[in-house]
């Protein structure tokens, strides 16, 4: 195939020596992001102008040069690199690229002229790097380069796309935890050889990869700083990050060398109200949505109004960066440049003030997640706190630094009650009670509200003496003060206590005291609800069933006309076990599988592991004693992140004893033990769907074992049950016909 034709030089024109491209030799091996390479390569195809962006230090250059390297072959005239970060004068400009293409021209032709005229008859790939503060005088250049030179494909690296017409943006996201992890070595090993972490070193080394955000630059240099510190030194001295991350290569570009240059370069670009935006921002943790934004950031210099347009901003230079969720799209910054902002908004004197208003506002959304809670809205309202959290968590730090907010810590950390007792983060929510109730304060409505929710964490911990300290408080004083929902919520946590310690009969009476002081003062929650299924609970283990029934199928119907689903588990497994009791093992199933697909779509552990411990007695009960030994086992690794297992309950243990004895008895000792321990192997997700697998017969499954768990008995591969029916297990049964609990 013939080149086309060149046009002909102007006199006193010097026709460059056939170089075939400027690309520098990478004298460190080049680490990880194989993904984002295999993404890249395709769009080369798709469009003749392709935007690397990312924020600093994110190794833009790097992998803009690694691409071209790799794709080089392509183009017979060269891959060209130009580095304009050195270039001040937009003037300059295209003298910087007539340089980075070899060019020289004697003649007294303008440099775009030049350019233009040698990259038409060409097919080649210009580089473009660090013109971020040039970006409408280089995007006006490329434009009329792209459109005069038909061969020619750009290829640029920066903060923010140049927003050019067929422009497609590349956002190069930190590195994975395993590339991060594999650039530290291997850049710690070039100074300090054999450098191989193991044990604890290993673990000190994964979490300064993770402090560090995956960011390349900033994991080189804290690399280097191996030559005189250990790992654990460097990790201690993040907190003064800037200082440390100093001392890059001196033949890396100069915004290279430290992390705040790098970070500083891309301060520098940003107008005053973006600088702004920036400093206020830090006082989020994690990620935070626009809403947040504008109440906490508005202000003196940045009016609410403006607040998105300066945010876009940010986003397009790679300061922000922009990720969904569950509950929609959501920012982040990541932790350096966060801590960069961190000091100017110091150095303003304002942070104490946005502090209080990022407080505040966490304040404001947690209350309405704990109205949500109670309706329809349950799972966005679970959804938002999780992602929440970090924010949540900063909230009552915040608060719990003066003896005059320490209650706002209380009335946040006890307003959290739902998320601690129904998501799955009892061991959290401990914690930050415990915390809170720490510091003297006066015993206000919030004081007294953090006392029963730390009661009611105890009681679900099976922590008798921390629960009943707790709650014999909160009554006291709850009366003392008049506070009647205190005093009310206090009596139900204690009738909840005296059921998980084998006194029903003291609990009925509570919880019926409870529910009395509840219609009382007009209350219906979630709480309520809760009271009444924990009083069918109670009424199950003295021996009517029927009134169990009646009680939990009243929640149910509250349930489905509000919209609440998390109570109305726990209600289907009182009904189960009533159901199970009077030998309706498949009613008791449905109710079962539903109830433990909610309570996992919660991440409620303990709800989880009740729900397997009595759908492991249907199925002993149906026949397959081998799958039951299993679900035990699943449950047994849950009940740790929980608390004592079964509550250490006589009353609650009973399905665990007869699901064990049955089982033990038809697979004995030491296939049962060993089937338990496969269990133990099955994480909460892969046990709630082994769980939930539709049955077409007595120890039988629609399919073989998912990849990693234990085979089922009677499935494919499934040990010696040949895929046959089995007979159920002999067991002692009630008048009813179910197996016998009590």
Not at 417 to 441: I, K, M, N, Q
Not at 460 to 471: E, K, M, R, T
């Amino acid at each position: 195939m013939r080149r086309p034709q060149r046009p002909y030089p102007a006199a006193g024109y010097t026709e460059p020596a056939p170089v075939r491209g400027n690309l520098p030799a990478e004298l460190t091996a080049f680490v990880g992001r194989d993904e984002e390479l295999a993404e890249l390569e395709p769009l080369l195809r798709e469009s003749r102008l392709v935007t690397v962006v990312g924020g600093a230090g994110i190794g833009k250059t790097r992998f803009a040069t690694r691409v071209a390297a790799l794709v080089e072959k392509r183009y017979c005239d060269g891959v060209w690199i130009a580095e304009l970060s050195t270039v001040h004068d937009p003037g300059l400009l295209e003298h910087a690229l007539v340089d980075a293409l070899g060019l020289t021209d004697h003649t007294g032709r303008p440099p775009r002229t030049v350019l233009l005229e040698h990259c038409a008859g060409r097919r080649l790939l210009l580089v473009i790097d660090g013109f971020e503060h040039l970006a409408d005088d280089c995007a006006g250049l490329v434009r009329e380069m792209l459109r005069r030179a038909p061969g020619l494909q750009v290829l640029a690296a920066g903060r923010r796309p140049l927003r050019v017409d067929g422009e497609l943006a590349f956002p190069l996201p930190p590195m994975t935890d395993g590339d991060a992890m594999e650039l530290f070595t291997r850049r710690a090993a070039s100074v300090r050889p054999g450098f191989t972490p193991e044990g604890a070193d290993l673990e000190t080394a994964r979490e300064l990869c993770r402090r560090l955000d995956g960011i390349p630059l900033a994991l080189e240099l804290a690399a280097g700083r191996l030559r005189a510190l250990s790992t654990e030194q460097v990790l201690h001295r993040l907190d003064d990050r800037f200082r440390l991350l100093t001392g890059g290569s001196p033949s890396a570009l100069p915004r290279h060398q430290t992390l705040r240059t790098a970070i500083g370069w891309s301060h520098e670009l940003c107008a005053p109200e973006q600088r702004l935006l920036w400093a206020r921002l830090s006082v989020f943790a994690g990620q935070f949505d626009l809403e947040a934004v504008e109440y906490v950031c508005s202000g003196p210099g940045l009016p609410a109004d403006s607040v998105l347009d300066v945010l876009d901003e940010l986003l397009s230079q790679s300061v922000v960066l922009r990720e969904d969720s569950a509950v929609g799209s959501r920012y982040r910054l990541l932790e350096s440049v966060r801590e960069y902002g961190a000091e100017w908004l110091r150095a303003t004197g304002d942070t104490e003030r946005l502090r209080r208003r990022h407080r505040d506002w966490y304040l404001g959304l947690a209350t309405w997640c704990e109205l949500d809670w109670f309706g329809p809205r349950q799972a966005e309202a679970a959804a938002r706190i999780d992602c929440e959290l970090p924010n949540l968590r900063r909230a009552m730090e915040c608060s719990m630094e003066s003896p005059d907010e320490v209650h706002l810590a209380q009335y946040l950390a006890g307003t959290l009650w739902f998320y601690w007792a129904g998501c799955g983060r009892l061991s959290e929510g401990r914690h930050w009670l415990d915390h809170v109730l720490e510091e003297e304060s006066p015993y206000d409505h919030a004081r007294l509200k953090a006392l029963w929710v730390l009661g009611y964490v105890a009681v679900l911990q099976g922590d008798a003496v921390g629960a009943v300290s707790a709650l014999h408080e909160c009554r006291e004083e709850g009366e003392l003060a008049g506070d009647a929902s205190a005093v009310a919520y206090a009596v139900h946590r204690t009738g909840c206590l005296s059921i998980v310690t084998d006194d029903p009969a003291r609990a009925q009476e509570l919880l019926r005291e409870a529910l009395g002081r509840y219609r009382e003062i007009g209350e219906l929650n979630s709480n309520v609800l809760m009271a009444q299924v924990e009083l069918g609970m109670a009424v199950a283990f003295l021996g009517d069933l029927d009134g169990a029934a009646e009680i939990c199928e009243e929640v149910r119907e509250i349930c489905q006309d509000h919209g609440e689903r998390w109570a109305m588990a726990y209600a289907l497994y009182v009904l189960a076990y009533g159901a199970l009791h009077a030998g309706l093992s498949g009613r008791a199933r449905r109710m079962l599988g539903e109830a433990l697909s909610i309570a996992h779509a919660f991440h409620d552990l303990l709800g989880t592991a009740l729900s397997l411990e009595l759908l492991a007695l249907v199925t002993v009960t149906e026949g397959d004693a081998a799958e039951a030994a299993v679900l035990q086992g699943a449950a047994d690794r849950i009940w740790p992140s929980v608390g004592l297992p079964l509550f250490g309950s006589v009353h609650y243990g009973r399905p665990r004893a007869r699901c064990e004895e049955l089982a033990r008895t038809e697979l004995g000792d030491a296939r049962y033990e060993s089937l338990r321990r496969s269990g133990r192997r099955l994480d909460a997700k892969a046990a709630v769907a082994r769980a939930l697998v539709a049955r077409t017969g007595g120890g039988t499954t629609d399919g073989g074992p998912a990849e990693g768990e234990p085979p089922r008995e009677g499935a494919p591969g499934g040990g010696d049950g040949g895929g046959e029916t089995r007979r159920p297990a002999a067991s002692r049964t009630t008048g009813r016909g179910g197996p016998e609990l009590g």
